[in-house]
């Protein structure tokens, strides 16, 4: 056995994941609303004029594979740690090398940081200097929001691109793709997968295309060669691999339940509501899927009509995922029958898509209103206009009118309550602080 034989099996060894893992950006899997032709990441990329940027997104959705596109594609150092194993002493390390790439061989230095979001402010403070003045280019990658766990500070730093999981039709031709591909995937084996076997594998697996892979190539590499000597791995097969039974009906049906489950909830009828969810699940849907939509609309169907009905779903939702099945469905039933219950009102998703327009779509060239922006900064002029900010608690009840928008808007309505549940003493607390609108 020579060098070039264990570099083969050294690669063989890697996860079917590893092994295809895309290295250019021709070859990457979904993300188009990101990486699309023309798109400012991919001009970035292909020029080498990439800045510091998150990576945020669910698992399996190729945030580490983009990442190391970039550091194949880039002229300058690339340098990956992962957050949960690196410490400060780690960051110097890099950020000094980074110092003596630019001075000695000007050169830029990427610093890749896995899990970014397990950083803590310590962690994060000794390298903010480095970022701000370009020493390194930071390329974190995190499955949470970094809104919410991150330093703000590397945060303002950074642009955020937000990675979607993938479709089931971008799953299923890595599938393939992997499946006939003789030198890093699975084409050795001559394995014939069923159709329903690789939809089933691809609608499982909830967009995560490393999901998939393990799954398919557990299902290869476990199923015995038959009598004929061919691998057949089937529906059967699949379903083990992935541990999730096939849906008890077609994808057509699929669409129609949710569909139903959503209206029933919108329509108060709890009945029919329980019916459909239970239906989804046994027939294979994924718990959570329901809980999520449950969530959604008791915002959207229930609103400020009853606000305790977010709490609930959200509840059950948390409920579900800490339990599991079959008794996490008992609190997830709960949460659908209360906001079937709930009075509804649309009042708040009305406000919400009328204040994404305007935000859109209208030019607030007049800015904040100057009595409204931070005092803490600026210049004399701006300090003064401060003072014309009127504090609510120092007025009756708290409240006292005064401009809030930008000129340009300052007219506009978005939130009206509805005589319905509790947006009735909404309008009445806005009553009885005079409110005009």
Do not use: W
């Not at 295809?20 to 990457?28: G, H, P, S, V």
């Not at 949470?144 to 950074?158: D, K, L």
């Not at 015995?224 to 691999?241: R, W």
């Amino acid at each position: 056995m020579d060098l070039f034989d264990l570099n083969d099996n050294s690669e063989k060894a890697k996860p079917l994941a590893e092994r295809m893992r895309a290295n250019n950006l021709n070859d990457f899997i979904g993300q188009k609303h990101i990486v699309s032709e023309g798109s400012l990441l991919r001009r970035a990329i292909s020029l080498d004029r990439l800045g510091s940027c998150i990576f945020y997104g669910p698992p399996g959705t190729g945030k580490t594979t983009l990442a190391n596109i970039v550091a194949s594609t880039t002229h300058g150092e690339f340098i990956k740690l992962n957050a949960v194993q690196a410490g400060v002493a780690d960051v110097k390390a890099a950020v000094k090398q980074a110092e003596d790439n630019l001075r000695m061989y000007g050169k830029r230095t990427y610093l890749m940081l896995d899990e970014c979001h397990r950083f803590n402010k310590t962690q994060s403070d000794s390298l903010l200097p480095a970022i701000e003045q370009g020493t390194i280019i930071f390329i974190g990658s995190t499955t949470e929001n970094p809104y919410a766990s991150m330093t703000p500070a590397i945060v303002s730093r950074c642009r955020v691109f937000e990675f979607r999981r993938l479709s089931v039709e971008d799953i299923k031709g890595a599938l393939k793709k992997a499946l006939s591909d003789k030198k890093k995937g699975l084409g050795e084996y001559s394995a014939k997968v069923d159709e329903n076997a690789i939809n089933h594998i691809a609608t499982m697996c909830g967009g995560d295309l490393r999901s998939a892979y393990n799954a398919l190539e557990l299902a290869v590499l476990t199923t015995p060669v038959g009598a004929d000597g061919t691998l057949h791995v089937t529906l059967a097969d699949a379903e083990q691999s992935i541990q999730r039974k096939a849906l008890s009906y077609n994808q057509d049906d699929y669409y129609d339940y949710l569909s139903a489950f959503c209206k029933s909830l919108r329509g108060s009828d709890s009945n029919a509501a329980l019916y459909y969810a239970m239906r989804l699940i046994e027939g294979g849907c994924d718990p959570m899927l329901v809980a999520r939509r449950l969530v959604v609309h008791s915002s959207e169907d229930v609103g400020m009509a009853d606000p305790r009905a977010l709490q609930v779903a959200t509840s059950a939702m948390y409920a579900l995922e800490k339990i599991g099945y079959p008794e996490g469905l008992i609190p997830l039933s709960n949460a659908i029958v209360y906001v079937c219950e709930a009075p509804k009102s649309n009042a708040v998703v009305e406000a919400y898509h009328a204040a994404r327009r305007d935000a859109v779509n209208v030019r607030d060239d007049d800015g904040v209103p100057d009595y409204l922006r931070d005092n803490s900064y600026g210049s004399k002029e701006d300090k003064a206009a401060s003072k014309r900010y009127k504090y609510p608690h120092d007025f009756p009840n708290g409240y006292v009118e005064q401009q809030y928008l930008p000129d340009s808007l300052k007219d506009r309505v978005y939130y009206v309550p509805k005589d319905i549940g509790y947006e009735k003493t909404v309008a009445e607390i806005r009553k009885s602080k005079g409110k005009k609108r």
